[in-house]
């Protein structure tokens, strides 16, 4: 069965270090991947997709992810993370018709 | 531009009563649609799809119904709530050619 996973239910660091959010997905096809952000009590908002092409994407606010086909991964990496990145963050695969999300991973931003 | 409309934002409703949720969307045609429930502490559950009019399909059984009675309108229904329906639940569309699912504010329902 098609799956996504995210490595970490809940991610602390730092004000200012690297921010780093692990995704794994299952296919022998690579699917188009995204990560999306939710702040509380809010619907989901993209951050960036990978479908084709050039392997690092960059996205908004200063994130970026890597698609690595023989890792099957989809890591998203921010250098220096701010207070406003607390938030939850999906990661999710478009398999033809549906996306598969991975369960999401907390990110807690400490001052 | 294209935009999703999901209401109503929250609800409080009582064990055994109905529920009807409605999305729509603006500024696109013939989108793929979805529902989503984010139980608390988890992460998204896809509950159904829709390709068209009329074309329901159903992820995870249990006791939620959908229907798309227009093409840019897609209701979540329910005839009876149980306690585990509470949940945030999400509408979202897809442009097939675009490939990017835009979702809704979500609707946080609590079942009392």
């Known amino acids: 069965a098609q799956s996504v996973t995210q490595l970490g239910s809940h991610v602390s660091v730092s004000e200012g270090a690297l921010v780093l959010l692990r995704c794994n997905y299952s296919s022998s096809v690579p699917p188009y991947l995204f990560w999306y952000v939710q702040y509380p009590n809010q619907g989901l908002q993209l951050l960036l997709k990978y479908t084709t092409g050039a392997t690092l994407v960059k996205g908004i606010n200063g994130f970026e992810a890597e698609f690595k086909k023989s890792e099957t991964s989809f890591h998203l990496t921010k250098p220096s993370a701010h207070m406003s990145d607390a938030a939850e963050y999906f990661c999710?695969?478009?398999?033809?018709?549906?996306?598969?999300f991975g369960p999401g991973t907390r990110l807690s931003v400490l001052p | 531009s294209q935009t999703i409309h999901q209401w109503p934002a929250t609800l409080v409703q009582p064990v055994g009563s109905p529920l009807s949720l409605e999305c729509t969307v603006e500024g696109t045609s013939n989108p793929n649609l979805y529902w989503y429930r984010q139980a608390a502490g988890r992460g998204l559950q896809l509950l159904f799809y829709s390709v068209g009019i009329g074309q329901i399909s159903s992820e995870v059984p249990q006791n939620l119904s959908a229907s798309r009675p227009q093409d840019r309108q897609f209701i979540l229904s329910s005839k009876k709530l149980l306690l585990s329906d509470s949940g945030f639940y999400l509408c979202?569309?897809?442009?097939?050619?675009?490939?990017?699912?835009?979702f809704g504010q979500g609707t946080r329902l609590t079942v009392v």
């Open positions: 999710a695969a478009f398999y033809g018709q549906n996306f598969v």
């Open positions: 979202a569309y897809l442009q097939e050619l675009n490939t990017e699912a835009f």
